[in-house]
Structures are given as C-alpha cells and as structure tokens.
C-alpha cells in the first residue's frame, strides 16, 4: 500500500486533517495526497510559497525573519508549518523548504538542502535532509521523505502519548 493512502486512512479514522505549506517540492506532495480517492476527507489545501513575498504574504513570516534565518532554514520550516496549520484551521500542518538546484546553493544552503517542518499545534518538528541527484530527483526524494517523516513523526508522537498515560496500542 502506498504511504499517502496510510496516511490518509489513519488521519481519516481519527478526523485529523492535514494542510501543506511547499517550496521546492512545488505542488508535489499535495499531488500525491490527492491521488488518493477521497482525501477530501481530511486534505483541507496546500500552497506553493515560492517566494519569500508568498511566504510573508500567505503564511505570516516576516519578511525580516526569512531574510535574517535565510528560506531555506529550519527556523522557516517551522514558520511556514505553523502558518500554513493556522490558515488552513487544521490538525497538522506540513512544510518543505530547500534548494533543488542545479543553481542557487550557498555554503549555508547547499543544493539539495531540504527542511521537514511538521506541527500539530502543540508541538513543531524540523528534520534537515541533504540529497543528492538531478532537480527532479532531489523534489521526488524531498516529497517521499517529507510524507514518511510526517507518518513517523505521527506515529512516534502518539505512541509517546499512550505510553505516558500507560495504556497500550
């Protein structure tokens, strides 16, 4: 079973939704998402904040913070899932921020440079990825690890829950 379809029927059977904030990965996840027949269900919209204008504008970080922590950063990671989590009134918000090249690394961000931003209003996480390949790979690998470190990330928090209150799953 592909990961996308998981993820939808775990957040499906629990009533979570889901709302993405992408850069480099352009459109990318959210098209994965909804491949699946009936995401609806709990994919409430993604935006594609290229810029870092979009990003201000659409998610709320201020300009002088993308410029002073750079786009490509887990600080902004972190903005753009909170925002885009805000905006869109869901459960978790999800972020992609990075460089796919094959132009317009730096030393502090390299080509292939990826941030993971993932909230659930609680609690942010940020996994920093560096990839290696063509532009198009580098978005493929982008996408595929940014919806596994979603599930992950969902799970281990859950799993993290239920152990503290000392119940089983």
């Given at each position: 079973?592909?990961?996308?379809?998981?993820?939808?029927?775990r957040?499906?059977?629990?009533?979570?939704?889901?709302?993405?904030?992408?850069?480099?990965?352009?459109?990318?996840?959210?098209?994965r998402?909804?491949?699946?027949?009936?995401s609806?269900?709990?994919?409430?919209?993604?935006?594609?904040?290229?810029?870092?204008?979009?990003?201000?504008?659409?998610?709320?970080?201020?300009?002088?913070?993308?410029?002073?922590?750079?786009a490509?950063?887990?600080?902004?990671?972190?903005?753009m899932?909170?925002?885009?989590?805000?905006a869109?009134?869901?459960?978790?918000?999800?972020?992609?921020?990075?460089?796919?090249?094959?132009?317009?690394?730096?030393?502090?961000?390299?080509?292939?440079?990826?941030?993971?931003?993932?909230?659930?209003?609680?609690?942010?996480?940020?996994?920093?990825?560096?990839?290696?390949?063509?532009?198009?790979?580098?978005?493929?690998?982008?996408?595929?690890?940014?919806?596994?470190?979603?599930?992950?990330?969902?799970?281990?928090?859950?799993?993290?829950?239920?152990?503290?209150?000392?119940?089983?799953?």
């Amino acid at each position: 079973m592909k990961l996308e379809k998981i993820i939808g029927d775990r957040l499906k059977e629990r009533g979570w939704t889901l709302s993405i904030a992408e850069s480099c990965t352009g459109g990318l996840i959210s098209d994965r998402l909804t491949d699946v027949p009936g995401s609806s269900d709990y994919f409430e919209g993604g935006m594609v904040t290229y810029s870092n204008e979009s990003k201000a504008k659409h998610l709320g970080i201020p300009l002088d913070y993308i410029k002073n922590y750079g786009a490509v950063s887990p600080q902004v990671a972190r903005k753009m899932a909170q925002g885009v989590r805000k905006a869109f009134n869901t459960t978790f918000g999800l972020s992609t921020t990075g460089v796919a090249g094959p132009t317009g690394g730096t030393k502090r961000a390299p080509i292939g440079r990826v941030f993971i931003g993932f909230t659930n209003g609680r609690r942010t996480w940020v996994r920093r990825e560096d990839f290696k390949g063509s532009r198009r790979e580098i978005k493929r690998k982008a996408v595929e690890r940014s919806l596994k470190f979603f599930y992950e990330t969902l799970i281990r928090s859950r799993r993290s829950r239920i152990e503290k209150a000392g119940l089983s799953m």
